[in-house]
Nanobody, 124 residues
C-alpha cells in the first residue's frame, strides 16, 4: 500500500523559500508519477508540479514556472518541491500525490494516492 508523508511546510515571508518533502513507501516508484497539488480554502485541489519517477520528466503549472522546482531522490524514495520567490498567493495546503504510469496528470482525479497535506503560509 502506497503511503505518502509530506513535511517542510510552515511560515515564510514573501520573497522567501521553502522546500517541501514527500517520503514515499509501499510501491515500486520507478513506474509511478509523483505530483504536488495545492488547495486554497473553498477551492478544488490544483496541480502544481509533477515528475515521472522513472525518467525524471517534469511538468509545471504555468503559475509556478520559474519559481517552483520538483525533483526526486531515488535512494531516499523522496520527492521535493523547492519553492522560491514565495508570495502570499502561494498560501495553501500542499499535497503530494502518486499515480501508476508515465503520464504526468494535471487533475486530482488522475492520482490514486495522497498524503495528508502540509500547510504553507506566506506573509507579506
Amino acid at each position: 500500500q502506497v503511503q505518502l508523508v509530506e513535511s517542510g511546510g510552515g511560515l515564510a515571508q514573501a520573497g522567501g523559500s521553502l522546500r517541501l518533502s514527500c517520503a514515499a513507501s509501499g510501491g515500486t516508484f520507478s513506474s509511478y508519477v509523483l505530483g504536488w497539488f495545492r488547495q486554497f480554502p473553498g477551492k478544488e485541489r490544483e496541480f502544481v508540479a509533477g515528475i515521472n519517477w522513472g525518467d525524471g520528466r517534469t511538468s509545471y503549472a504555468d503559475s509556478v514556472k520559474g519559481r517552483l522546482s520538483i525533483s526526486r531522490d531515488s535512494a531516499k524514495n523522496t520527492v521535493y518541491l523547492q519553492m522560491n520567490s514565495l508570495n502570499p498567493e502561494d498560501t495553501a495546503v500542499y499535497y503530494c500525490a502518486a499515480r501508476r504510469g508515465i503520464h504526468i496528470g494535471t487533475v486530482a482525479s488522475d492520482y490514486e494516492n495522497w498524503g495528508q497535506g502540509t500547510q504553507v503560509t506566506v506573509s507579506s
